[in-house]
C-alpha cells in the first residue's frame, strides 16, 4: 500500500516535469470535455447517462473512440451517415463543439452491462472475428488506444444489427479494408460476430 | 432519507398532528438538518428527478432532497400508446429508490406547501426544508373556470383529461372500451401554451386507432382551439388521411365555452355536442405550487424565468424547470424538462465549487407514434444566451415521414428517459 503511494507520486512526479507540450495537449482536451459537460446532457436522455446507453436500439457512446464519435456526427451532419433523428441534431452543434461532445464521452468508461445473445453465434462470430476483424477491431473489439475503429464489444445488439443494414446497402461511407472484408463473409457470419461482439460484458479481462 | 431521518420525520409529524393548535406559533421545525451546500428539488417529474440525479453526479458534496408527493411515479409520455394497445401503463411507473440508494439523493414524501424566498426554506405541512438553491418543476394546473359548467371534483371523472399523471389514462381507456360501435367521441384541445401540444394529436391518433379496430362506425370529432395542428401538421394531416381518413373529424378554432358533463354535453361558439366519450383538455397554467410561492409573472399563468438560468426573475435563488415555465409555445415537455432540469443542476453545481458556469444548451426532441408501428420526431434546439428562450435556428426540424424505424425509436427514447431519470 504504502509503495503504492509512492510510486503514484513519483509517477506524478514525472508527469510534471515532463515536456510543456504534453502538458498543453491535455489542457485542450480537459477544456474541451468541460464545453462538452453541458452540450452533452441532452444526448443522455437517449443515451443513457454519461452515454451508457439503456435502449437496445441506441448505442453506447460514453467511451467511445474520440475520433470516431467526431467523425459520426460530422457525418450525420453532412448526410454521408444515414439517420432518421441524427441529422438534425447533428446539424445544430459547430464542429468545435461536436470535437468537444467525443471528448467528453470517449472521456466517459464504457459500460457493458450483459445483453441476450445465441451462445453459438458467439462461438462462430470469435472465429470471423479472429480470421477477419482482429486487425483493426484490436483485443475483441475492445481496443480503446491504438487504433480509430470504433469500439464493438458490448455495443448493443440491435444497434449493430441496423447499422450493417445501411452498410451492407452501401449507404454508410466505410473503410476499404472494412469493405472487402465484408465481401469475403456471408450474412450468417456477419451476423454472428455482432453476436459475439454484443456478448461481452463486464470489465476489462 | 436515512431511517434515522425517517423515524427522526414521522415523529416530528405525529407530534404536529398531534398539537394543532400550537403549530401556528412555533416556528417551523427544520425537517432534515442540514449539514453543507444544500438544494432543494420539488417536485420528481421529468424535470425534477434527472436535476436532482444529475446534481449528486455533478458535486457529491452538494445535498440534495428531493420533494415529491407520490413514491410511484405514473408517466404521461407513452401513456397514449396504452390506448391504442401497444403499451401497458405498468411499463410507465417508476420509483425514486434508485436515486435514493445509487446516487444518494435524500428522498422527502410529501406535499410542498410553498416556497419561502426570504427565509429560503420550503414549507411542508411537517416543517421546513432549508436550501442555498432551489429546483421548482411544479409541473401544470388547469385553468377550470374559464370553461362554463366545468366542476373542479366532478368533470374530471365524466370528462377526462388524462394530462397530468399517466395513470389518468386508464380512466379514459376504459370510457372508450365501453362505448358501443357507432358512438361519438370528443377530444376537445385548449389554445397553446399548454403541456405537450404534440402528445395531444398523438392521443387523437391513438383514439382513432382503437375505434378503427373495435368499433369502426364510430367518430372522432377534434375541436381544437387553434387554428390549425400546431406541431408535425402536415405529419399528422397526411397520417390521419392515411390510416383513419373516415374516422377524425378534425375541426380548428373551436374553442369548448360551455358543458353539461352530467348530460354528456359540450358547446363550442356555434355547435352542441351530444358525445358517447368526451376527452376534455382544459386551458393549463404552472402548478399551484407556483402560484403559492409567488413565481407566477404578470399573465397569472406561467413562471417567467431568466432563460440563460432559468432563475425565476420573480425570485432569486430559485430555478424553475419544466413545463411550468413561460417560454417557447412548443417547449413544454418531458424532454425539455429534462434538459432544463440538467442544464440547472450543471450551473449550481459548478457555482457551489466556484466553478464558471455555462450557457445553457438544450434540445427538445418528441416522438409521436401514428399507430402501433410508425413514429416521427420533432427537435428543437435551445441555447439560453439572453434572458428571453432563444430557439436555434440551425439544427432541429420534423421527420419527412411517418415510419417504422422511428417507431422503434419512440419505444427507445422513453425507454431511455424513464431510465435517465430513475436508475
Redesign the interface.
Known sequence: MRHTRELIAAIGLILTLSAPAWAQKSDRKAKAI??G???A??C???????GA??????PTIGGQVDSYLAGSMKAYRDGTRPS??ME??????SSREIDALAAYFSNQPFARPPQNTDPDKVTRGQAVHMRKCNRCHLHNGRDTTESDSPLLAGQKLEYLQ?NMVDILAGKRVIELKMNSALMEINPDEIDATLHFYAAQHGDLP | MTATMRRRFLKLAGGMVSLPLITPLVRAAELLPRKGTRVVVVGGGFGGAIAA??LR?ANPEIEVVLVERNRSYSALPGANWVIGGSRRIGENRLTYDRLEGTYGVQMLYGEAQSIDVDAKTVVLNEGTLAYDHAIVAPGIDFRFAEIEGYSAAETPALFPHAWRSGEEIMALKKQLDDMKNGGLVVVSLPLPPYRCPQAAYERISQIALLLRRTKPRSKLVVLDASPAITSMAQLFVNGWAREYEHLIDYRGGQAVLKIDAPRARLSTSGETFRADVVNLIPPQSAGLLAQKSGLVGEDKRWCPVDHSTHESTLAAGVYVIGDACLGDDLQKSA?AA??QG??CA?NIAATTARRKT??????N?QYSLLNDRDGA?S?A?YRGETRKPTR?E????T?AEW?E??G??A???L???L??MS?
Open positions: 468541460e464545453l459537460e453541458m452540450l446532457q441532452s443522455m436522455a437517449c443515451h443513457g447517462t454519461r446507453s439503456t435502449q437496445q436500439a441506441i432518421t433523428v438534425r441534431i447533428a446539424n445544430a452543434y441496423r | 440525479k444529475t453526479l424532454s429534462n434538459a440538467k442544464a450543471l455555462q450557457t445553457h444548451f438544450y434540445s426532441v420526431s427537435v434546439f436555434m440551425k439544427g432541429g426540424g421527420s415510419s424505424l422511428e422503434n425509436y419505444r427507445a427514447w425507454g431511455g428517459i431510465a435517465e436508475s
